[in-house]
């Protein structure tokens, strides 16, 4: 299982551009495999611009946008800025989208939330093929498109969506390469995330799609502390339905049920187990537990190094 870092979930100021950049540069030198950045409706940098500013400054690492919100941008828009952020990162860019939530859908954007899985399903006929063979000719409910992207540089993309439910892990398993969780525990994630996406990609004769899953993490020796922060950091995920619905599957009453806690011996063991049930991928949201939180997060930090390349 690969072991990738996902900060942006964390509640936080906003870092500064070259901050963040520092923090790219610093993984890609401490071994990680990837390094996810999120699209926060409408705050926060631009995710892929920031991958492009980073995919120059890096030669390794896997950049990942985890998630990029469908609704406000048409396919087309969005397969040209992606080809171009892939040619900055010469080809390790992987594109999460994903259709975000009703609020923000409905309340922040004025659209609708109807039928998100058709939505997708239609966005992802698109973008698979200007991102596969630099054109698209698709008509649909949602969309009708003729369109050509005349690029130099590596086209092809990755693309994986935020699926949780049956119906988006169907079309995640045909259409796409796989999918990005979050608040998926490891019942959730053995028991309804890996057999119906692996199914769905079988039936369509695909190979087996990546399983990203992103969790709240803290390696700490105050199980309980850890238990109440990531109560209060992660509240709000509680409160979305689309996270709700995998929380009751978990049957976890909030975040904290499902974020990994524990000293260095308990992580370990639990990573293990997420990679035994089928996730290919761990992205780490770390998040600090206790009064020293640079110490807090250095220590999580320097486990999740250690086991880079050695949770098969």
């Known amino acids: 299982m690969k072991i990738g870092l996902f900060p942006g979930s964390v509640p936080r100021a906003l ?7 520092n923090e790219i540069m610093k993984a890609e030198a401490d071994g990680f495999d990837s390094f996810w950045v999120p699209h926060l409706s409408a705050r926060g ?20 946008t985890a998630v990029v919100p469908t609704y406000p941008r048409h396919p087309t828009a969005l397969a040209q800025q992606t080809i171009t952020t892939q040619a900055a990162c010469g080809g390790r860019l992987s594109l999460g989208i994903g259709p975000s939530h009703r609020p923000a859908v409905e309340d922040s954007w004025g659209l609708s939330y109807e039928k ?18 630099g054109s698209a000719s698709f008509y649909g409910d949602l969309y009708r498109v003729e369109a050509q992207l005349e690029t130099e540089g590596p086209k092809d993309v990755p693309i994986l969506i935020s699926a949780l439910a049956p119906v988006m892990l169907r079309i995640a398993g045909e259409m796409s390469n796989g999918t990005i969780t979050w608040m998926s525990g490891l019942s959730a994630t053995a028991n309804h995330i890996v057999p119906r996406i692996n ?12 399983v990203c899953v992103g969790l709240p993490i803290a390696v700490t020796d105050d199980k309980q502390g850890g238990r109440e922060q990531a109560a209060k950091l992660f509240q709000r995920y509680g409160t979305l339905v689309n996270y709700r619905r995998v929380l009751d599957i978990e049957s976890a009453d909030g975040p904290a049920d499902v ?8 992580v370990e063991s639990k990573l293990r187990e997420f990679s035994n049930v089928g996730a290919t991928d761990f992205l780490a949201s770390i998040f600090p537990v206790g009064v020293d939180e640079e110490a807090s997060t250095r220590r999580t930090y320097t486990l999740l190094s250690k086991l880079v390349g050695n949770i098969d």
Do not use: K
Request: proline letters at 3%; glycine letters at 6%; zero cysteines.
């Open 15 to 21: 870092l500064r551009i070259d901050e963040l950049m």
């Open 45 to 64: 940098f631009d995710a892929l611009t920031v991958l492009a500013l980073a995919g120059l400054r890096t030669t390794r690492i896997e950049l990942g």
């Open 116 to 133: 998100p899985a058709r939505h997708i399903r239609e966005y992802l006929s698109v973008m698979n093929q200007l991102v596969e063979e």
């Open 199 to 210: 199914n769905a990609a079988r039936q369509a004769g695909r190979t087996a799609p990546r």
């Open 259 to 266: 974020s990994i806690i524990g000293n260095e011996e308990e």
